[in-house]
């Protein structure tokens, strides 16, 4: 019963710390309904990836973060470079529909691309202007890491580059109101 508890309190001090910005109660509780004993991929780091270390706690969890200052854990946390900024959106997928995708791509430890992945979780990096890398890159590289039986959870995909990327990408299975369940 404490187990519960504990997990109950980190997921309250996530949603007054966001305080409902970054993911709904809703979008929360339904990425977390598929954790528990995972092999678990999540792009970005925040105020939640403990809520994510404790949900899956039985599994395997690994967050790929470019911004330094948001990285709590290097044990389970590595470093990426994103190379794109969002207003290249539309060429590269351009360039993707033609088989070409050699920008899409970002350079993972071995280790990441060695598992075979449950869940990959799309919340990094930042996408919403113009300066900002987008998720162009993490997308490609999730449906890279993914296979027949991977669920794929794309957040913000009210964006236009996260709505584009996961239709294009994946097949949609569930829609929440920012969060899109796939699978390839």
Not at 17 to 40: I, W
Not at 45 to 50: A, F, L, P
Request: proline share 2%; aromatic share 14%; with cysteine.
């Amino acid at each position: 019963m404490q187990q519960t508890h504990d997990y109950e309190t980190l997921f309250s001090y996530v949603m007054e710390k966001t305080n409902n910005r970054q993911m709904t109660e809703e979008e929360y509780r339904y990425v977390a309904s598929f954790l528990g004993d995972k092999n678990f991929l999540v792009f970005g780091t925040g105020y939640d990836s403990d809520l994510w270390r404790r949900a899956n706690k039985n599994g395997l969890t690994f967050f790929l973060e470019n911004n330094k200052q948001w990285i709590t854990n290097y044990k389970d946390t590595f470093v990426v470079n994103y190379n794109t900024k969002r207003t290249q959106a539309k060429k590269l997928l351009r360039e993707y529909n033609k088989g070409d995708t050699e920008k899409l791509e970002i350079e993972l430890p071995e280790q990441i691309k060695n598992i075979s992945w449950d869940i990959i979780f799309v919340d990094s990096p930042e996408g919403h202007s113009k300066t900002t890398p987008g998720r162009m890159q993490s997308i490609y590289m999730a449906r890279r890491l993914s296979q027949n039986h991977t669920e794929i959870l794309i957040h913000d995909c009210n964006r236009f580059v996260e709505d584009r990327y996961s239709k294009a990408m994946f097949k949609e299975i569930k829609m929440f109101t920012k969060l899109r369940h796939c699978r390839l």
